[in-house]
């Protein structure tokens, strides 16, 4: 898989830009704040729906966009993309909604915003896009993948497996809409201080939803944590010089029964979670929420039985969060027969010689289109500075070298 073209017009700070791409390295590099992490951006939003650094999508449009002849203020990403079984024309535009206009949003950050997707050129759902371009991102921040909330971690997973199965992704919004819907419940029958007969009555119909969605999405994690392991096996020890390999462990909320063994399927696991729930609603019912399902899962990282989470250093925290994203990488291409598009930000920053030298050994592959990004060119070798394609980066312009 790779992408052919990348078009960007009023998205953050780029106001026009057509890119052509080769399918092997990139380096897009220059000064901080030149635009370098946003043509990042613009692919991981096509891939997956969402940006990994707006806290609002009214960010993504150009501070000072305006609309022609009184259309409202839009940002276009549009990106010609080669799969081994299609090509593909992706597109989205990002639009302010016109009540919004109406009350001069272009003043305020935050904004009523909406969505626009096209697959070659026909209009489609927010979940129809996901996966059509596949995408692993890299950058500084993924050490909280290692140390921070469980959130992040759960998040790693879910993008990784709602890229690869559209099911995976319909499943979770849907058990996301019924966690929401069933914690209401829980919060309005707390008030009310019924009986609790009556409340197991009418909660019967969202358990048996929540358990049937959460028993798959469960089982489909703990597949994918299983594969995860074998590759890293061998690509943390390989990255880091050490012959310790890195292990992920799964931390359920919900205490499946041993004899089920590690790798139980949707519908045992949904047995169990339905058992459970029952044996703590008073618990859900007296703090008004659903205690156990996947939303209250996490992964723990282990190198010799230490868990780098808590204890690693930055240097080893770095490491598990760049080998994390490698075998995602590699877990997509065993999965589809297909690579991903390797977007790898800021990726040398605080690495040594030779983990520097693993990771560029690691990202020459075949059939692998990778775009990194750097402020200059000291962190390479001339050999594979030879070797790619290199593109300068000024105050959102791109020029070839």
């Known amino acids: 898989m790779h992408v052919s073209s990348l078009t960007l017009r009023d998205f953050r ?21 030149a635009g370098k992490t946003t043509l990042l951006e613009a692919l991981f939003l096509l891939a997956t729906t969402r940006s990994p650094r707006a806290s609002s999508d009214r960010e993504l449009l150009r501070w000072d966009a305006g609309g022609e002849a009184g259309a409202l203020p839009f940002a276009r990403i549009a990106s010609d993309v080669h799969r081994l079984s299609q090509s593909l024309r992706l597109e ?40 059509q ?34 099911h995976y992704v319909r499943t979770l919004a849907y058990y996301n809409r019924l966690l929401q819907q069933r914690n209401s419940l829980l919060r309005a029958w707390r008030e009310r201080r019924r009986p609790r007969r009556a409340v197991d009555d009418e909660l019967g119909y969202w358990d048996a939803e929540l358990c049937k969605a959460g028993g ?3 089982a489909e994690r703990l597949q994918a944590v299983a594969e995860l392991n074998s590759i890293l096996a061998t690509l943390h020890g390989d ?52 205690l156990l399902g996947p939303h209250r899962d ?61 990771v560029l050994h690691t990202i020459q592959q075949p059939q692998q289109q990778t775009l990194l990004t750097a402020t200059d060119l000291s962190d390479f070798e001339p050999e594979f500075l030879h070797s790619i394609t290199r593109l300068r980066v000024e105050t959102a312009q791109v020029f070839a070298v």
Request: net charge neutral; glycine share 6%.
């Open 13 to 33: 700070n780029y106001a026009r830009l057509e890119l052509d791409l080769s399918p092997g390295i990139s380096l897009f590099y220059g000064p901080n704040a």
């Open 92 to 131: 989205m535009l990002i639009q302010l909604r016109q009540e919004e206009q109406a009350n001069d949003v272009q003043l305020r950050p935050q904004g009523n915003v909406q969505k626009l997707i096209r697959i070659n050129r026909k209009p489609v759902r927010a979940f129809d896009l996901v996966g």
């Open 133 to 166: 371009l596949r995408v692993v991102l890299f950058t500084p921040a993924d050490l909280e993948l290692v140390h921070g909330a469980p959130a992040q971690r759960r998040r790693y997973l879910d993008l990784t497996l709602s890229q690869l199965d559209p």
């Open 216 to 218: 798959y999405i469960l």
């Open 239 to 290: 990255l880091t010089g050490t012959a310790e390999p890195l292990v992920i462990g799964y931390v359920p909320r919900l205490a499946y029964p041993a004899e089920l063994g590690d790798l139980p399927d949707a519908e045992q696991l949904r047995a169990a979670l339905h058992a459970a729930l029952l044996h703590c609603r008073t618990d859900e019912l007296q703090r008004g929420q659903t």
């Open 298 to 358: 996490d992964l723990t990282f282990a190198v010799a039985g230490v868990n780098l989470g808590l204890y690693g250093s930055r240097g080893q925290q770095r490491s598990v969060a760049l080998a994390l994203k490698l075998a995602e990488a590699r877990l997509m291409t065993q999965r589809s027969g297909d690579a991903p598009v390797l977007l790898l930000d800021d990726l040398l920053s605080e690495l040594d010689m030779h983990r520097r030298r693993h």
